[in-house]
């Protein structure tokens, strides 16, 4: 797997956060980073060179529902993912087990895999680890992740239990049906929901097989937050170190903070985009909504920090004033700053860690479990 290696750089000398170098065959992912959604190979009304500009690395796309909408074998004649979306960056593809989970209601879940009725045609389909790794293999990202089973919260310990039991089942039988490893790493996803002990075991099993990298999944499914960062801050600390460390789903400033503190190395979210789509913007940690009447006159920049097109080039009231008026380009503006200023805020925690300031300058997000001593 010389393609794909982790290089550890530096650790804070108070926390667990630390500070890397992810190779890919199609570039440095610098951590700790925040990756852009973009589920059906685009980040939503976002140009891959805004991306660029936004100073994003590493982006996402989605098993699922590019294998219901256009198909993995489209997507492979057109030379795979990079070339169909003009990406050349790294790529992460979900494996789909998430996106079934949120089907429950028309979805059934037996050893095998899951049967669900396609929301798009109504035809019968039949994701298993084979087929969801065959999929990814054809799209051609770069880390692709396993097929798990997400238990919903809240769920008995039985129920998570067996869950994480047929996960690490499901991960065997995808590391045998994966023929392109040289090209692409398999990331393995601990679930376990709540309990502690199930995501230990989950963990512990996982790391026999020395994949790659590992995720933590199954969270921001409902749980309290202060349960998210009990996960992450016991689970963390067992993962390798040599490897990249991948939480999913995650992307608010105190939740990535806490991760970071825990050793985590990457993250992502659909936050950025779907909040500018309901006008909202992320100003320092705040939501602004761009609709309220006091930004209808307000002709500062959105905000004077920020390096991005639409602060250097635009203000609140012409934001205001495009969001009211339901322009694309409102949209694509708030998309451009939100994400720059998630991509910043771990830019900035990475800063901080190699100038061994990272409690200082984040020790407000965080509570006194983050701190451990060394």
Known sequence: MN??????????CHTEARVGQFHTPHGIVHTPRFMP?????????????????????????????????????????????????????????DSGGFQV????EIRSISEEGVKFRSPREGNMINLTP?????????????????????????????????????????????????????????????????????????ARELIQFDLPGYAIGGVSVGE???????IVKAI???????KPRYLMGVGTYKEMAQAVASGIDLFDCVIPTRLARHSVALVKGDRWNLKNQKFKRDYEKLDQDCPCYACQNFSRAYLSHL?????????????????????????????????????????HYLTSENFTSK
């Open 3 to 12: 393609n794909f290696t982790f290089k550890l750089e530096c650790q804070c």
């Open 37 to 93: 959604v973009g589920t059906l190979a685009n980040v939503k009304t976002v140009t891959p060179t805004q991306l660029k500009d936004c100073q994003a690395e590493m982006v996402l796309a989605n098993t699922y529902h590019l294998h219901l909408q256009p198909g993995e074998d489209v997507v492979a004649e057109a030379g795979g993912l990079h070339k169909f979306m003009n990406w050349d960056g790294p790529i992460l593809t």
């Open 101 to 104: 989970f949120s089907l429950s």
């Open 130 to 202: 084979e087929k969801s790794i065959q999929i990814q293999n054809q799209l051609g990202a770069d880390v692709i992740m396993a097929f798990d089973e997400c238990a919903p919260y809240p769920a008995t310990y039985e129920a998570v239990k067996l869950a994480g039991q047929r996960t690490t089942r499901w991960l065997e039988r995808c590391i045998k049906a994966h023929d392109r490893q040289d090209v692409q790493a398999l990331f393995g996803i601990i679930q376990g929901g709540v309990y502690l002990d199930l995501r230990q075991q989950s």
């Open 224 to 230: 309290p937050p202060e349960l998210i960062e009990k």
């Open 236 to 242: 963390t600390p067992l993962l390798p170190n040599n």
């Open 323 to 363: 969001v009211r008026s339901q322009e694309i380009l409102g949209y694509t503006l708030l998309s451009i700053h939100n994400i720059t200023e998630l991509i910043r805020f771990t830019q900035q925690m990475r800063q901080a860690i190699i100038e061994n300031r990272f409690v200082e300058q984040f020790g």
